[in-house]
Nanobody, 124 residues
């Protein structure tokens, strides 16, 4: 089993940046594909990005490509989400998630483990 703990959220002005971190427990972190999702109030959960085991391959939601960067450090059991040029519509709770399976990376139900989420608020 994997436990995930997100951090790094907060309040930022539009145009600003934040880096989210997700620390994973266990010694098998490198076995997992990691993803970031977000959920805004009153909206469905939305895929943000995913990164494969080695960290060399990434997948992004089209609307976030170029602004957000996902990365991982397997030695530190941590996955990151660097968010630049933030917009008020990026306001949401951001969750990291882990899966063993490469199929359906954009679908939340494909992921086995979830963190508790971290709030990101972007003011205009």
């Amino acid at each position: 089993q994997v436990q995930l703990v997100e951090s790094g959220g907060g309040l930022v002005q539009a145009g600003g940046s934040l880096r989210l971190s997700c620390a994973a427990s266990g010694r098998t972190f490198s076995s997992y594909i990691m993803g970031w999702f977000r959920q805004a109030p009153g909206k469905e959960r939305e895929f943000v990005a995913a990164i494969l085991r080695s960290g060399l391959d990434t997948v992004y939601q089209d609307s976030m490509k170029g602004r957000f960067t996902i990365s991982r450090d397997n030695a530190k059991n941590t996955v990151y989400l660097q968010m630049n040029s933030l917009k008020p519509e990026d306001t949401a709770v951001y969750y990291c998630a882990a899966t063993l399976y490469q199929g359906g990376l954009r679908v939340g139900d494909s992921y086995l483990y979830w963190g508790q989420g971290t709030q990101v608020t972007v003011s205009s």
